[in-house]
C-alpha cells in the first residue's frame, strides 16, 4: 500500500513539473498532429497552385515535367477538362490518357461539391487536385505529393503551454446575422456567425465573434504579437461548442498558424476588426521560420 501511494505521488509531481516547465500532454499531442497535418496528402506544404477555372478556361494541360497550367483550349499535353455544371464540377480525363494509364483512371470525377474535404480528389503522377469555391468563382488546389519542401519541413515554433491562457468563455449565440469578411486574395466572402466569445483577461472584459468549422467554434483573431512574434494577418482558433448554461473555455495554447503561413496558394480570411485584440497573446504557434 505504501509502495501505491509513493507511485501515485511521484505520477502527481511528474505531471506537474511538465506543466511548470511549460508542457501538457494535450499540448504535445495537437503539436505532433499539426505537423502531421500539415505534411498530409491533403496538407499545405505540398501545394503548388491555385487554378481558376471557369466555363472557357478548363482545359488541364501538362506543360512540363513538374508544372501543370489552366487554358481556353486543348493542348499537346492535354490531360483533360473541367466541366461546370451548375454549382457542381467534374473533372473528364482525356481519352486517350485514360486509354494509356495502367492502372486505367476513372473517365470522370465529381470534384465540386463534396461531403468531405478528404474527397473528390484526382490523381494523376505525381499530382492531385481538387476544386474549391470562393464566393461564385471556383478553383483547382493543386498539389505535387513528391514536393521538397515536405523533406525541408522545419518544426514551427510554439509558445510554451500556459495554464493562465486556457480561460473561461461564455458563449452568446446570434441568429440569422452574417459578416463580410476580407481574405489575401482581396475578396470579400460572407461569413456566417455563430455568436459572440466573451471573456476576460487580466480583470478586462473581451469578445470575439465566433464563426463554425468542422463541428467546433471557429475564431480568426489577430493580436499585439501579430506581425513581430506572430503571422502578420493573425492566426485561427477551434473552440468547443459551449454547455446548456453557455459556457466553454477559451484555450489560446491551440492557436495556429492560417494556411498562408505555408503556401502562397491559400486563401485565408483576414480577421475581421471585431476579433483585432488588444493585447498581447502570447500562446499557441508563432511564425513559421522563413515567413
Not at 502527481?12 to 494535450?26: E, H, R, W
Not at 494541360?61 to 454549382?87: R, T, W
Request: contains cysteine.
Amino acid at each position: 500500500m505504501k509502495q501505491t501511494i509513493q507511485i501515485f505521488l511521484v505520477l502527481v509531481l511528474a505531471s506537474q513539473s511538465l506543466l511548470v516547465f511549460g508542457q501538457n500532454p494535450a499540448h504535445e499531442q495537437w503539436k505532433a498532429d499539426r505537423k502531421a497535418e500539415l505534411l498530409g496528402e491533403n496538407g499545405w506544404v505540398n501545394l503548388i497552385g491555385l487554378l481558376w477555372i471557369d466555363q472557357e478556361n478548363n482545359f488541364l494541360n501538362q506543360v512540363s515535367e513538374d508544372s501543370l497550367s489552366i487554358s481556353n483550349k486543348a493542348g499537346k499535353k492535354n490531360i483533360g477538362s473541367f466541366h461546370l455544371v451548375g454549382d457542381s464540377v467534374w473533372f473528364h480525363f482525356n481519352p486517350k490518357v485514360v486509354k494509356k494509364s495502367k492502372p486505367e483512371l476513372l473517365p470522370k470525377t465529381l470534384q465540386f461539391p463534396v461531403e468531405n474535404y478528404s474527397q473528390g480528389g484526382v490523381y494523376f503522377h505525381r499530382w492531385k487536385w481538387s476544386v474549391i469555391k470562393r464566393g461564385e468563382n471556383f478553383a483547382v488546389r493543386l498539389r505535387d505529393l513528391e514536393h521538397p519542401a515536405l523533406e525541408d519541413f522545419k518544426e514551427i515554433p510554439v509558445y510554451d503551454f500556459a495554464q493562465n491562457w486556457s480561460i473561461p468563455a461564455f458563449f452568446e449565440p446570434k441568429f440569422n446575422q452574417t459578416i463580410d469578411i476580407p481574405n489575401v486574395l482581396g475578396q470579400i466572402v460572407e461569413w456566417k456567425v455563430m455568436g459572440i466569445l466573451k471573456f476576460e483577461v487580466d480583470g478586462v472584459k473581451q469578445e470575439v465573434i465566433a464563426f463554425e468549422d468542422g463541428g467546433k467554434l471557429f475564431v480568426i483573431f489577430a493580436d499585439v504579437t501579430s506581425g513581430k512574434e506572430t503571422y502578420p494577418t493573425g492566426r485561427y482558433l477551434h473552440v468547443n461548442y459551449p454547455d446548456r448554461s453557455g459556457n466553454t473555455t477559451i484555450d489560446f495554447n491551440f492557436s495556429y498558424n492560417p494556411p498562408c503561413a505555408f503556401t502562397a496558394f491559400a486563401t485565408c480570411p483576414i480577421p475581421p476588426k471585431e476579433n483585432r485584440l488588444n493585447f498581447k497573446v502570447e500562446a499557441g504557434e508563432k511564425v513559421p521560420e522563413g515567413h
